[in-house]
């Protein structure tokens, strides 16, 4: 069972950021299904990296259409990106070295996050670029 279902409604109006918030949230949805299917550690952990490193990969290219096109809000967005990426991985780093287990709060987290951040923030720029001829 998902966690998040994709909706239109998240839809910044920009094809690659939108396909790449289709696939955080696959990820997510991967991570919250091998939680509840209680797999092992490995899996788990394999999960959270990809979530990591395609989170990383994400936001550095909102920022370069941002940077690129000199949207307004670019500050407030890098620091809402390094805010997340911190806190994730402090959950990442933690699970690694064993201190902690992965829980519901941590899923439950990076989804109200996510969709927080594309329905919010993300939502702003999309009519911004699409302005600038990028769809």
Known sequence: MALITWDEKYSVGVSELDNQHKQLVAILNDLYDAMQAQ??????????????????????TEERYMTQYAY??????KREHEAFTKKVMDFKESFDSGRTSLSVSVTSFVKDWLISHISGSDRKY?????SKGVK
Do not use: C, R
């Open 39 to 60: 797999k092992a550690n490995d899996v788990i952990g394999t999960i959270i990296t990809k979530l990591v490193n395609y989170t990383k990969t994400h936001f550095t």
């Open 72 to 77: 307004p809000d670019l500050a407030s967005q």
């Open 126 to 130: 999309g009519p911004f670029l699409n």
